[in-house]
């Protein structure tokens, strides 16, 4: 079946398996709505959208459900450029409720996507701390802290003696998903009587560095500058005296899903203003830690091109829909909450632009060039490490798989395909001040 799109250019496009739609930016939906976008025509912005919602379904197969999170935010950026010509429903802001403790732990054992990362950075910092008494975690993640009770349980178990354990977070997070109807003072409550439990001398630290308007989500999202603002006061408090850092102490530097969220793009006009991402990373070498783990999502997503980050969003995004079709039946809760979650990145990803798209992933091999750059040499996992990722992935679908990548990278596949890497890293002792 086809359909004719006319606007200010005559474009063809067949309804067709919502796979293909996106795959290709050269595609002639991409064409089309790269020209709808472009040119403010709202008349070929809304029949693409017409197009879409006839093979979109949030209760279909995952490329149906999947491809109704893209109407969505398709939606959102048309309203924003043409917003009279648009009368679909589904283009409101996603907003989400904030969970208790006991189901974000559900919620990050859905499927190994997070697990992953903790597993293979907890093996990797245990061996990195062998023959320390005391060690600190500054800790920068977006899951509130839900990697720490398994460590904390290693520790305890330690055979040289249990160390003592400091953890820092700093007092504001990204405005994304999943978000926690406590505060970071209890969790570090919880955490401490955890610990507590376990005999092990534990220390939990916030880093208060900004004002609470950088707290709120629809703050930071329509302030021009309070995402920068915001981490650009972390930096200026990332000190060794804020942090009240110790030489006695084996210091870990825990980045899980958290890099992207700092600006790529370079800051002021001089070639030697470095981004953001890269300031953070100059700013942690510098404090010698005794190893660094960065675990993110294994994909690019911050071209500058609209038709190029929906191609290469699509192409990665089906994996978790596709993940969760195995085990929750279509009408579940708990799988309609956890991909709602998906498409509020993809509506930053596609409505946005500016310094309102926080969400500029970069994938693994970007990231390691990345490190080298900074100073950084990676470290391989351990055959312990190995053998413990693949016992996690024994207990999820049969379609999750593991492999090694250049720069000792471990990678989470489903169905052979990246999805999440896990790295390590040591500053470089010949680079050292």
């Known amino acids: 079946m086809k359909t004719e ?42 029949q693409v959208m017409w197009v879409l919602n006839n ?37 409101s802001t996603i907003w989400r409720r904030n969970m208790p403790v006991t189901e974000l732990a559900v919620y990050v054992d859905l499927i190994p996507w997070h697990r992953f990362g903790f597993c293979a950075s907890n093996s990797a910092i245990l061996k990195a701390i062998e023959g320390y008494s005391k060690v600190h975690i500054l800790d920068f993640s977006i899951t509130h802290c839900m990697q720490w009770p398994t460590l904390i349980d290693a520790l305890a178990k330690r055979a040289e003696g249990a160390p003592s354990l400091r953890i820092t977070v700093p007092s504001c997070r990204p405005p994304v998903p999943p978000f926690l109807n406590v505060s970071s003072e209890e969790v570090g409550l919880r955490l401490s009587n955890f610990a507590k439990f376990r005999d092990l001398p ?30 650009e006061s972390l930096l200026n408090h990332l000190t060794p005296s804020m942090l ?30 470095s981004s953001l991402r890269d300031a953070f990373l100059c700013t942690v070498k510098g404090f010698n830690p005794c190893i660094v783990v960065v675990v993110d999502e294994d994909s690019d997503l911050s071209a500058p091109s609209l038709s190029s980050r ?34 509020h990145k993809i509506e930053n990803i596609i409505s946005f632009e500016g310094v309102q798209r926080i969400e500029r992933l970069e994938s ?31 207990e999820h679908a049969s379609g999750w798989g593991m492999k090694i990548e250049e720069d000792h990278m471990l990678v989470l596949t489903w169905k052979g395909h990246n999805s999440v890497f896990s790295t390590a890293w040591v500053p470089n002792a010949s680079m050292q001040d």
């Open 5 to 46: 799109l006319r606007g200010n250019s005559n474009t063809s496009i067949s309804l067709q398996n919502p796979s293909t739609l996106f795959s290709n930016p050269q595609s002639s939906l991409s064409g089309a709505l790269n020209g709808a976008f472009e040119h403010n025509d709202g008349t070929l912005a809304q």
């Open 55 to 91: 093979v979109a379904s949030l209760v279909g197969d995952p490329n149906q459900r999947l491809t109704s999170w893209f109407l969505r935010a398709l939606i959102s950026r048309a309203s924003k450029v043409c917003p009279t010509a648009m009368n679909f429903d589904g283009g």
């Open 202 to 231: 534990f220390e939990f630290n916030v880093i208060d560095h900004g004002p609470s308007s950088f707290t709120s989500r629809d703050q930071i999202m329509s302030k021009e500058s309070s995402r920068d603002l915001y981490f």
């Open 244 to 273: 009240d850092l110790r030489d006695d102490e084996a210091l870990v530097i825990n980045c899980q899903n958290w890099l992207r969220y700092l600006s790529d793009e370079q800051r002021g006009s001089n070639v030697q203003d």
């Open 310 to 343: 929906i191609s290469a969003c699509f192409n990665y995004l089906w994996i978790p829909f596709d993940a969760l079709e195995t085990f929750l039946l279509k009408d579940s809760s708990q799988r309609f909450e956890y991909e709602s979650d998906i498409g």
């Open 364 to 394: 693994g091999i970007k990231l390691s060039q990345r490190m080298r750059n900074a100073g950084f040499s990676s470290v391989s996992f351990c055959e312990d490490t190995v053998g413990e990722v693949r016992s996690l992935l024994e």
